[in-house]
């Protein structure tokens, strides 16, 4: 399930808090956005097309929750990164942020773990 950037900022109000309705979703991500209502609750709508979240009818409105797991999403979000920029290869995508500069002592400190916990499993 493909989920655009502006959808997964409602996601992450959901994942946040919820069940939440539409308005309470605005109010959570449109200072930061500048969206209006009008474009969280097509947001709304497309998520539920999706099945990435569910609605359920609560007097006059609706109450969403999240019916795809952030670390579902995230598992998808990041096995497409590596598989469309590096072939499907994490090794070269740990080299291109080394190659920049941008692990820290401390990230690779905790890849090195990692690598050690890996290799520690039966």
Same mark, same amino acid.
């Given at each position: 399930?493909?989920?655009?950037? =502006? ?11 919820? $069940?939440? =309705? #539409?308005?309470?979703?605005? *109010? =959570?991500? #449109? #200072? /930061?956005? %500048?969206?209006?209502? $009008?474009?969280? +609750? ?7 097309? +999706? /099945? #990435?979240?569910? *609605?359920e009818r609560d007097g006059r409105r609706f109450l969403y929750? $999240?019916?795809l797991s952030r670390e579902q999403? &995230?598992?998808? @979000?990041?096995? /497409? ?5 590096? /072939? %499907?290869?994490? =090794?070269?995508?740990? !080299?291109?942020?080394?190659?920049? %500069?941008?692990?820290?002592? +401390?990230? &690779? !400190?905790?890849?090195?773990? &990692?690598? @050690?916990?890996? @290799?520690? @499993? $039966?």
């Amino acid at each position: 399930m493909q989920i655009s950037d =502006a959808e997964s900022v409602v996601m992450q109000a959901l994942w946040r808090s919820s $069940p939440l =309705a #539409a308005e309470d979703v605005f *109010a =959570a991500v #449109a #200072a /930061g956005q %500048g969206w209006q209502e $009008p474009t969280v +609750k097509t947001l709304l709508n497309r998520l539920l097309k +999706k /099945g #990435a979240i569910s *609605a359920e009818r609560d007097g006059r409105r609706f109450l969403y929750s $999240p019916v795809l797991s952030r670390e579902q999403w &995230l598992a998808q @979000e990041s096995q /497409g990164l590596v598989d469309r920029l590096f /072939g %499907g290869r994490v =090794a070269p995508m740990v !080299a291109q942020f080394t190659e920049r %500069g941008r692990l820290s002592k +401390k990230d &690779l !400190a905790e890849l090195r773990q &990692l690598l @050690e916990d890996i @290799e520690d @499993e $039966p």
